[in-house]
């Protein structure tokens, strides 16, 4: 594991970008996680410094857990960045774009495996982007050609204004029970909203 941050530090700092948006310090929209620090903390079980981590708007805990000092992350995210983080240095990049990073991700897989690396890629995406096409396209092919990847699906049950089951007619996520190596599934409840931290507008 990279990092030596717990739980409750990546607790606070989301309470401390939460207390920072609603003051009106970021004039940009965050995304806030919580409830699945134990998890996440997990899944960097198995994270190296060398891996790539690719994640989507929501991505602080990513970027403390992968070792960016921590006020370069508040300072980037009081910057208005928080929904498109990039540490070249660490080797993490964000999109705001939905399912931006899943082909980013594959391609860097494709060139690690070419190149006989031993590092890894993993990507991060949510529970409505896991049912999209490119997803399916993106897992598909990096099982079929065994390439160096996992991508991790973290179902918080918050896509924008939709509901994902609800979306698709599903009762449940189509990894729910994942029997793909290179799928990790999780469940969270997140206490703040999609985006925002419930106390403001965020434009």
């Not at 980037?76 to 498109?84: D, P, V, W």
């Amino acid at each position: 594991m990279i990092t030596k941050f717990n739980e409750n530090d990546l607790i606070s700092f989301e309470e401390r970008i939460a207390e920072a948006f609603n003051s009106g310090l970021i004039r940009a929209p965050v995304h806030l996680y919580s409830g699945n620090e134990s998890a996440i903390l997990g899944v960097f079980q198995d994270i190296r410094e060398e891996d790539w981590v690719m994640c989507s708007w929501r991505s602080h805990y990513q970027c403390l857990l992968k070792g960016v000092p921590e006020e370069l992350l508040f300072e980037e995210i009081l910057s208005g960045r928080s929904i498109s983080l990039c540490f070249p240095k660490h080797r993490i990049f964000s999109s705001a774009i939905v399912g931006g990073t899943l082909p980013i991700a594959t391609g860097l897989a494709i060139s690690i495996k070419k190149k006989g690396g031993s590092n890894r890629v993993h990507c991060f995406i949510g529970d409505m982007t896991a049912e999209s096409g490119i997803a399916y396209e993106c897992i598909k092919y990096s099982t079929n050609f065994d390439l160096p990847i996992r991508f991790i699906v973290e179902d918080n049950k918050k896509s924008v204004c939709s509901d994902t089951f609800e979306s698709w007619g599903m009762e449940h996520s189509s990894f729910s029970y994942p029997s793909n190596k290179k799928v990790v599934y999780y469940e969270y409840e997140l206490k703040y909203p999609h985006a925002g931290a419930g106390k403001r507008v965020q434009f």
